[in-house]
């Protein structure tokens, strides 16, 4: 099993930076490919950046590609999803996932395991 608990989270005027972060427990972590969703209100949930289970290959959908990054440090059991010039419609709660295998996935699917979500609101 992985647990997988986010933080990071906040208010933040448009234009500005948020570094969210996902810490993970369990023995499987290195060995899987990890996400970042969004849900906003109203909305399907939706990928917003995956990483396979190296950190060598990655996966942005074209509304945060050139402004977002995702990470991971597979010694600290840790990714991140540092996002830049953020915009209103970035507003969501942002969930991390553990894939089923090592591949960076893009379906929900796709996803074994969820953390519980943390709120990102981004104000004009």
């Known amino acids: 099993q992985v647990q997988l608990v986010e933080s990071g989270g906040g208010l933040v005027q448009a234009g500005g930076s948020l570094r969210l972060s996902c810490a993970a427990s369990?023995?499987?972590?290195?060995?899987?490919?990890m996400g970042w969703f969004r849900q906003a209100p109203g909305k399907e949930r939706e990928v917003v950046a995956a990483?396979?289970?190296?950190?060598?290959?990655?996966y942005y959908t074209d509304s945060v590609k050139g402004r977002f990054t995702i990470s991971r440090n597979n010694g600290k059991n840790t990714v991140s999803l540092q996002m830049n010039s953020l915009k209103p419609e970035d507003t969501a709660v942002y969930y991390c996932?553990?894939?089923?295998?090592?591949?960076?996935?893009?379906?929900?699917?796709?996803?074994?395991?969820w953390g519980q979500g943390t709120q990102v609101t981004v104000s004009s």
């Open positions: 996932a553990a894939a089923i295998d090592i591949s960076p996935r893009i379906r929900i699917r796709d996803y074994e395991y």
């Open positions: 369990g023995r499987t972590f290195s060995s899987r490919g």
């Open positions: 990483i396979n289970a190296s950190g060598g290959s990655t």
